[in-house]
C-alpha cells in the first residue's frame, strides 16, 4: 500500500473540497467526538466532523480496539475513553483499514497490545522502511522509551481469511472478504450483541473514496463486502468514518454502488471519453451525502474497472537534498530551500521524520538541512514535495 501516493491523494482531496460549490450541508457528526455504548461492554468512538471512528470491545481478560484514532489527539482520547469503563488494558488492535487515520494511533497501545491485521496489511507492515518505523515511533514522545528498537511487525499477529478470537467471554470474529483489490480492509462482528464494525465499506451518507489506485478498493470489492456483511444481518454497524448505521444502510450503499456504475456504464455505451465521463458524473440523487468532492475519481475509478483495466500507478521516487531554509510557513509545515541555487518547496507532515530539532515549530530560515523527500511523476513542485526526513545540522 502506498502511503505516500494515499497522502499525495489526501492532499489532491482537500484541494477538490476546497473548490467544491456550496451544497447542502453534508451529514457529519459532531464538533466533539462521542463515546456510544451500543451493548453490553461494546463502545464505538465516533470521531468529531467524520474523523475516523473506533470500536471497543472490553472482556474480562482484556480491552480489544478496533482502529486507533484520526490523530494523536484522538488517539489519546479513546485511551482516556477507555479508562472511563474499565481498569483492563488494551490486549489487542485490531486495524480494519492500513490507513494512517486507523493504524496510525497504534504505538500509543503497542506493546504490551499486539496489533491483529489482515496478511496483507502484514506483509506491508514487515516492509515499512527505516525512516516509517522512527516516525511511528516517535508519534507519541511519552512512548519513546517503550517503542525503542521496536517496529510494528514486532508484536503483531495475522490472518487469511476468516479469525476467531475468544477472549474474557468475547466470541469477536474478523471477516476479510477476498477480493484482489482488497488492500487488508477487515470487518469486526460480534454475533452475539450483532455489533459490526464495518470498515471502509458501511459508510452512511458519504460518497465512498474510490480511487483510480485502487488504494481503497473497487466497486467490485465493496459490493462484495457489502454481501458478506449483510448477509450477517448486524443490530448496529460503526462505519470507518461518519454516524452508525445499520442494515439498511448497508442495503442502500450497495443501490448506490451499483446505480454508480449504471450512471457510468451508461456514458460508456454512448461512446463519452473518460474526460467528458469524470466532467459529467453526478449522484444528484443522493445530495446530502458527505463527501461530493469524491466524484471524479469514483468515475474515473469505475470506467477503468469496467474498461478491464487495472490501479493506476502513480510513480514515486525517493530524493536527497543538502540546502538552507529560506522561507518557513505555518509552523513549519512548509518550508523553502535553497540547495545550491535551486529553490525547492517541501512539506511536513505528521509521518515526516525530524532529526536535530525537537518538531517542525522549531525549524527556523537559515538552518543548514539534509532532506529526503518523495518526487511523484508529473507533480506540481509549487504545491510542495512531501518530506520523508528532515536532519537540521548542529
Ligand atoms: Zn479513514
Known sequence: MGRVRARL???LLVAAACLAQQAPAPAMTSDTAEFVKLADDVYAYVGKKNDANAMVIVTRQGVVLVDTGNNQPDTRDIAAKI???TDQPVRWVVITQYHGDHFGGSPLFTPPASLLVHDRVARDLAAMKPHQIKSWRKRFPERAQALEGLAPKDMMMSFPDRMTLDLGGKHIELIYVDDQYNIGDVAVWLPESGVMHGSFAAYKDRHPDIRPDYSHGTTITMLKQLEALLALKPR???PSHGPLSNVRDLQNMVDYVLLAR???RVMMDRGLALPEIVKS?????YKDWDRASHFDWMAETIWRELSGLGPIVTKSADRDVTGVVTRVAEAG???TLDAQGREIRLRVSSDTNIEGVADRTQLKAGMRVTAIYVEPENFNAALGYDL?????QP
Open 281 to 285: 458524473f453526478e449522484m444528484n440523487e
Open 388 to 392: 520523508i526526513e528532515l536532519d537540521v
Open 236 to 238: 448496529v454497524v460503526v
Open 262 to 264: 449504471q450512471k457510468v
Open 83 to 85: 479508562k472511563s469503563v
Open 9 to 11: 491523494f489526501g492532499l
Open 333 to 335: 509545515r512548509n518550508l
